[in-house]
Nanobody, 113 residues
């Protein structure tokens, strides 16, 4: 399976960050796995954000739940993260993953004030 993130190169504070993960070699609707997003801010460890499970149910990080949503487009085999009201503290490298055996290469997202 391969995962590829896509999204903006730069986001302005207070805007909504939107990232899409395109999956190939696997199916987000039939593979018995969860799919989601994690991030790594500069100089810090990995932080999980959200997962969507085979059933369509979701799990959100409590620290980000109020600003986060995840959706999937089954026709395109994609899932999308939206993080609202971003601040420079949301600057990070964002990865889409299939829990827990496959990762995208990650996409760096700076948030400008």
């Amino acid at each position: 399976v391969q995962l590829q993130e896509s999204g903006p190169g730069l986001v302005i504070s207070s805007q909504t960050l939107s990232l899409t993960c395109t999956v190939s070699g696997g199916s987000i609707t039939t593979d018995p796995w969860s799919w989601g997003w994690v991030r790594q801010p500069p100089g810090k460890g990995l932080e999980w954000i959200v997962f969507i499970h085979l059933s369509g149910s979701t799990s959100y990080s409590p620290s980000l739940e109020g600003r986060t949503s995840i959706s999937r487009d089954t026709s395109k085999n994609q899932f999308t993260l939206q993080l609202s009201s971003v601040t420079p503290q949301d600057t990070a490298k964002y990865y889409c993953i299939r829990w827990s055996d496959a990762w995208g290469q990650g996409t760096q997202v700076p948030v400008s004030s």
